[in-house]
């Protein structure tokens, strides 16, 4: 398994590369172009997979040290699953078959959430942080978005709600998008790399919608910023909250794993 997760991890920025040089079909950005939502991000805030890729590829490698006790050994089939899917996505997406897509970035959201919260637990050294916890998180927060932002896009490429005004299904979106992304942030404890994608994600909203002429987009980009400063809050509230918390179980876990 620990093979595979590297494989997966590298089959990743591959498929990106051959994706945005039109070897699948349309890109991505010239799709989008094509179904507008309310809920598109600025295309600079794409440039995320960059970071994405490159810091999954060092937990890819950091994963295969054999050491005791193994910290990503309830990680690893969650982390390649999810790492598999999201390579899987950008083809199937680029060939317009919205429904397989629409399957396959959620199921993806999924494993990234539950492989990044079982990489950090609370007594996680600071490497196992660096190099599992973070980068898993930070695909899982921009998963937590995207998702979201695919799920309008089909909606407008089937029409199944209106497109004249998208503003009131645009809402309800961003609305559970918001609960979920609180929810993992308190989950995670407001560590920096989830809440840091998501922020970054509703900053992109904010800079797009802001520059659209479509019924509520000024809407949804005044709400976009709220949401993002409101988790920025809540990060540094559980931060505080984590400091302030006594470190004896920590350390106890520490010596029962010794």
């Avoid at 904010?206 to 949401?227: C, F, H, I, M, N």
Wanted: with cysteine; net charge positive.
């Amino acid at each position: 398994m620990r093979w595979i997760v590297l494989l997966a991890a590298l089959a990743m920025p591959a498929v990106a590369w051959l994706s945005q040089t039109g070897q699948f079909g349309p890109t991505n950005g010239a799709i989008s172009d094509r179904h507008p939502t309310l809920l598109v991000a600025a295309g600079y805030a794409f440039s995320i997979w960059g970071v994405i890729f490159l810091w999954n590829l060092l937990f890819g490698f950091w994963q295969l040290r054999r050491r005791k006790p193994d910290d990503n050994a309830r990680v690893r089939g969650w982390a390649a699953t999810g790492f598999v899917l999201t390579a899987v996505w950008m083809p199937v997406f680029s060939n317009q078959w919205f429904i397989p897509a629409l399957l396959i970035i959620w199921s993806a959201l999924l494993c990234l959430l539950v492989a990044a919260q079982r990489a950090a637990p609370a007594t996680a050294s600071a490497g196992q942080r660096a190099f599992a916890a973070y980068p898993l998180a930070l695909h899982a927060g921009w998963l937590s978005m995207a998702a979201f932002l695919n799920t309008a896009q089909v909606v407008v490429a089937y029409q199944w709600l209106p497109t004249g005004n998208m503003l009131s299904w645009s809402l309800v979106l961003l609305a559970i998008a918001t609960l979920l992304a609180w929810t993992m942030n308190h989950r995670l404890r407001g560590h920096f790399a989830y809440p840091a994608a998501v922020v970054w994600a509703l900053v992109g909203v904010y800079v797009k919608q802001s520059e659209w002429r479509l019924p509520g987009a000024d809407t949804v980009a005044v709400l976009a910023l709220a949401v993002a400063a409101l988790l920025v809050l809540q990060t540094l509230l559980l931060r505080a909250r984590a400091w302030r918390t006594p470190r004896t179980g920590v350390v106890a876990a520490h010596r029962h794993r010794r």
